[in-house]
């Protein structure tokens, strides 16, 4: 596109060429006329020479085609710049954005069409809306105080972006403005909507939360009485129909806790605790956890080490084996045949687990998938194998909140290999147990047996609104001889413990009245029941219950739906806690301790004791389905202890029965192992 300097280059080029032109013609002409001296007179022309008057006419035409070519340049340049100003103006006429000039002094030196077409019945009796508030800023100039400034202006008839530049080389303020009313609107819209949004998403949480809670409460009287009758039930298909429903509560509780949590990691409510703990304790329980399913499978399953894993680590324990427990789940569920193994390694602050499969596998285009939620992935596997698809969900986000990372290596019908980096630091306590809220079952039997020893009674009161409860915990207790106390709130409690001593309340977190948080407050700040042990009972079970009620003066804490020999066994640890300096340091926390009269033949180590409390427990599951090879792994389970001659009677005696398939032997040999 030409320009004014490009224009000016032509003329003087068009010049130059005119003046070339009549040096030309003047030559021409002299050449015709001859040559001389100055102040001779020229030669008369020869007769017919016509080369002089040639040059002439030369000359003469050459100038009138460069005055012709210069005439014709100048129209077409002029022709171009009357194109150029038509488009410039054009294009202020077209564009929609609104210009307003002013000069120093505020007023109004130039308007763009758009500006006049919005703002047509302006006039000088009347302030332009754009120049709303400058009356407030032109002082600035004066003082040499003036600044740039953009805002968004509400005129009454809109709603106007608005830039305000002072220009001083032109010595003008340009106003500079777009409507943005129905931007504005939209914005005000989608914040409405986003208020709307976030409030409806801490409704779902409260619902899901009390919805937790209440779903919860039947479950607790469901898997509660499901226990009690399997204990008074004699024949088998009763206990077997017994353990089928104890067992599909366990699994729907199981569902529960996974959509809570999820709910939880949406809401960005779900915490990281910090704990110290053992990852070679964990391990073990794993080993011991998955034994039975394995065993029931025929599947290899193996807990490995390598290099140097620390006695002690950092990081929050529960959420390690929730995501462990998930992806073992998900590898038994996918695997019918082969091996399933659990390998942990240690390096560089990061503690390394590899969960290995010979399973279906997972095809490459169908790896991204599992880890959304409610995916699987395809439908037949979720036909066949059942789930709601949300444990890798979990797991993977689970693992990104412990700012760690996970990676899968998979095909289809070739197995799956899991692997998971967590940083765990290294603790300061070595060769501690640091297993927080370590569960430890006891049966009916061992716990009447130490309250028998034990020579008194437990006076227990139960706190509890819920009239279920009440009744189901009321049974439990009494089926050990404790007969509790009931109190419907907090208040009420304060009130029994007011008229008379107790030894134990179980203390229901969430009631009406007086929560158990400001009851076990009131109850702490009293010095009359220092002495008084307190157990925490809760619906939600959420992470950091434990540590919060042990904080407020809870001595323990249980989780609904209440596990019977879980019950049991807080209780016992509570009545073995009377005996012995020597037996007390031999339990441990949390270990139940078998009472002095019982206890005269064998010298019953920790280990050995949780050993026995978990080979009764397999051997009950035996009583409802038989199963020889998980008998044959009991019985080498106790290894470790078999230079006591009574350890090695009871391996006999484990081997005998595998051998013989005689489970009539099966109740005596746990009589025998629930009085040790």
């Known amino acids: 596109m030409p320009d004014n300097n490009q224009f000016a280059r032509g003329l003087r080029r068009n010049r130059g060429r005119r003046i070339a032109a009549g040096l030309l013609a003047v030559a021409a002409t002299l050449a015709g006329a001859g040559s001389g001296w100055p102040g001779e007179p020229l030669p008369a022309p020869a007769t017919g020479n016509g080369v002089g008057l040639f040059f002439a006419w030369a000359g003469m035409i050459c100038l009138l085609v460069s005055g012709a070519a210069m005439y014709l340049k100048q129209r077409r340049g002029k022709r171009v710049l009357e194109e150029e100003l038509r488009r410039l103006v054009s294009l202020q006429e077209d564009n929609p954005h609104l210009l307003l000039e002013t000069d120093l002094q505020g007023h109004i030196t130039y308007a763009s069409p758009a500006c006049r077409r919005r703002f047509p019945a302006v006039g000088n009796d009347r302030p332009h809306p754009l120049l709303q508030g400058m009356a407030g800023r032109l002082p600035c100039l004066a003082e040499q105080q003036w600044v740039d400034f953009a805002d968004d202006l509400d005129s009454g008839a809109g709603i106007f972006a608005r830039q305000v530049q002072l220009r001083r080389p032109e010595g003008v303020i340009r106003i500079s403005a777009v409507e943005v009313s129905r931007l504005r609107e939209l914005e005000k819209d989608l914040q409405q909507a986003r208020e709307e949004a976030e409030a409806a998403s801490r409704l779902k949480n409260i619902f899901l939360a009390n919805m937790g809670h209440e779903i919860r409460t039947p479950l607790n009287a469901i898997l509660g009485y499901a226990d009690l009758l399997m204990m008074d039930a004699a024949n088998p298909v009763v206990r ?83 995501i462990l427990v998930n992806l073992l789940s998900n590898s038994f569920k996918f695997t019918e045949t082969g091996a399933i193994s659990l390998h942990c390694t240690y390096a560089d602050g990061k503690a390394i687990f590899r969960v290995a499969d010979t399973g279906i596998g997972i095809s490459k285009e169908k790896q991204h998938d599992i880890f959304a939620e409610f995916q699987q992935a395809d439908a037949d596997a979720t036909r066949r194998y ?33 692997t998971v980096y967590l940083p765990f630091r290294e603790g300061a306590s ?191 599951n035996n009583l409802k389905i038989f199963n020889p090879d998980q008998i044959r792994g009991l019985a080498g389970s106790f290894a470790d202890f078999d230079h006591l001659g009574e350890i090695r009677l009871l391996q006999q005696e484990l081997q005998q029965i595998a051998m013989t398939f005689d489970d009539e032997a099966l109740p005596q040999l746990i009589r025998k192992l629930e009085a040790l």
């Not at 760690?404 to 290596?409: A, D, H, I, R, T």
Request: with cysteine; glycine share 10%.
């Open 240 to 322: 077997k129909r017994l353990a089928i429903i104890s067992s599909s509560g366990k699994s729907l509780l199981a569902l529960i806790d996974d959509i809570l949590d999820i709910a939880k990691i949406s809401a960005g409510k779900l915490e990281i605790m910090e704990d110290e703990f053992s990852i070679g304790r964990i391990l073990d329980e794993f080993e011991q956890m998955f034994a039975q399913q394995a065993a029931d499978k025929k599947i290899d399953f193996q807990v490995t080490t390598g290099g140097v894993i620390p006695d002690s680590t950092i990081g929050d324990s529960n959420r390690l084996k929730q």
């Open 386 to 418: 059942g789930g709601t698809g949300l444990g890798l969900s979990i797991t993977s986000r689970l693992v990104a909140l412990m700012h760690g990372s996970m990676s899968l290596e998979s095909d289809s019908g070739r197995g799956a290999v899991f």
């Open 430 to 620: 070595a060769g501690a147990d640091h297993r927080p809220g370590k569960e430890v079952q006891v049966s009916g039997e061992m716990l009447t047996a130490a309250l028998a020893a034990a020579g008194r009674s437990l006076r227990v009161l139960l706190a509890e609104d819920n009239d279920m409860n009440q009744y189901l915990i009321g049974e439990m207790l009494g089926n050990v001889g404790l007969h509790p106390v009931i109190a419907a709130d907090g208040l009420e409690a304060l009130a029994r413990l007011a008229e008379a001593d107790f030894d134990l309340l179980l203390l229901d977190m969430k009631m009406p009245v007086l929560d158990g948080m400001q009851t076990i407050a009131r109850i702490r700040s009293q010095d009359r029941w220092r002495n008084l042990h307190v157990i925490a009972l809760t619906g939600d079970a959420l992470p950091g219950d434990r540590e919060k009620f042990l904080a407020m003066g809870c001595n323990d804490y249980l989780a609904k739906p209440l596990d019977l020999a879980t019950m049991y066994g807080k209780i016992y640890g509570l009545v073995t806690a009377g005996f012995t300096p020597a037996d007390q340091d031999d339990a441990g926390a949390g270990q139940p301790v078998a009472p002095a009269a019982v206890n005269t033949r064998l010298e019953i180590s920790r280990e050995l004791r949780f050993q026995i409390v978990q080979a009764v427990d397999v051997l009950k």
